[in-house]
């Protein structure tokens, strides 16, 4: 059952922001030139994967090791592409399909509010990693953004990403 949002400070017809100041450690680190979406597509199904949920014909679900809330996952496909037009149409058909499929994961074991959708495409759209498209799908609760990480530069995760990866891996065998 949803929640009822709280009061909001913000006009009504205003947008809530979404603050997530820990990434800015992902946007400023070095980065060797690897793309790590291409270097778990490359993985052997048997080797320990804790933060690949799950894998598709053309694509793959993984959580978001610099998350902007508990749950945020990833959909890419294993083509390594930068734009939704390079994809042929059975991958981009499967990302919309592992999409509603985790979307209806995530509602089952965490009872979201709401969530975000969506496709960051260039730095100035927020991608971190432009050469490589994916989705993000993050479940919203009312009042999931707070003082913490804006004054504190603190980020309060109730859970191990590793521990959530379990979860959703665990749920989705189940709906297999």
Not at 149 to 160: D, F, I, Q, S, W
């Amino acid at each position: 059952m949803p929640h009822s949002p709280p009061p909001s400070p913000y006009e009504p017809d205003s947008p809530r922001p979404l603050w997530a100041p820990w990434r800015i450690d992902y946007i400023r680190s070095p980065k060797d030139g690897a793309c790590f979406i291409c270097a778990l597509a490359e993985k052997a199904d048997s080797q320990p994967q804790e933060m690949v949920i799950a894998r598709g014909n053309h694509c793959f679900m993984m959580m978001n090791t610099f998350p902007y809330n508990s749950g945020h996952i990833l959909i890419a496909p294993y083509q390594h592409a930068s734009d939704l037009a390079e994809l042929a149409e059975p991958c981009l058909t499967e990302i919309m399909t592992l999409t509603v499929r985790a979307k209806a994961v995530m509602t089952r074991l965490f009872n979201p509010d709401g969530f975000n959708f969506g496709f960051n495409f260039g730095a100035a759209a927020g991608a971190g990693l432009e050469e490589h498209v994916h989705a993000h799908l993050v479940p919203r609760w009312f009042g999931d953004t707070n003082f913490m990480p804006v004054l504190g530069n603190t980020r309060v995760m109730p859970e191990a990403l590793a521990a959530t990866a379990q979860l959703l891996r665990d749920e989705w065998d189940k709906q297999s």
